[in-house]
């Protein structure tokens, strides 16, 4: 797959040398869970880090008798007083009452119905549950299911390594984000991956210097700061 990739991404002069200087994609696939089990997580790991969250995750397995997850059902039966009592805070035990019932109604598609379905169908289907944003779903797309082909271009570690790999002043807008990374298609995934790598890089002064930068829309100052305030919750669970 990423011999396909590199034909693609490599006519692009930066990404040529960002490949060799990080090496071969590695994109991880996380365990795959069943989508109402991933999306609980995702919503119990919303501004928390990895070790609170699974605490809280296992608290709440616990209130069940059963050592699997809870089903949809279960969800919807329990009390939201005890939701709360394992560390949930009142949005979380309404996203994840949303979640079951959407779930039940098959607004959340089964296991074996995702892969019958296109990533944008996914992300309009799943962003409809309360707390499930793009960015969540756009990373349950890449590590969970392995879609070659999500840029998520609000995440800020994808910004930012390319404001470092193409020489911006600031961030790009992700909007042209989007725009510039059509030229990845339909390696887009791949393309994220190798972005993430460029912040690594540039912290070991490994990074490449890009001899001509980028003519992109850049956010600005303000807007660049409260990126960094809001970057989506978890991101750093999610770096491959």
């Known amino acids: ?115 019958d379905l296109g990533d944008l169908e996914i992300i309009e289907r799943l962003t409809s549950i309360r707390g499930i944003g793009r960015w969540t779903v756009e990373m349950m797309l890449m590590f969970q299911l392995k879609r070659r082909d999500i840029l998520p271009v609000d995440d800020f570690g994808v910004r930012n390594g390319f404001r470092l790999a193409y020489g911006l002043k600031g961030l790009p807008m992700p909007r042209a984000l989007a725009q510039f990374g059509e030229r990845w298609k339909p390696w887009r995934s791949v393309a994220a991956w190798y972005l993430w790598r460029a912040v690594e890089l540039a912290r070991s002064g490994r990074l490449p210097r890009c001899a001509r930068p980028a003519r992109v829309a850049l956010a600005r100052t303000r807007k660049l700061k409260r990126t960094r305030r809001t970057r989506p919750a978890g991101s750093r669970r999610y770096r491959r």
């Open 1 to 115: 797959m990423h011999a396909q990739a590199y034909r693609i991404l490599k006519s692009d002069p930066v990404m040529a040398t960002l490949i060799a200087a990080a090496g071969p994609c590695r994109i991880d696939a996380r365990e795959r869970q069943v989508p109402f089990q991933a999306l609980s997580h995702a919503i119990a790991h919303q501004q928390l880090n990895g070790v609170a969250a699974g605490r809280i995750l296992a608290r709440f397995v616990a209130l069940f008798e059963s050592p699997d997850f809870p089903s949809p059902e279960q969800v919807l039966a329990i009390a939201d007083q005890k939701m709360r009592a394992v560390g949930f805070s009142a949005a979380k035990v309404a996203a994840l009452k949303d979640l079951a019932r959407k779930t039940l109604d098959g607004v959340v598609p089964a296991a074996e119905d995702l892969q």
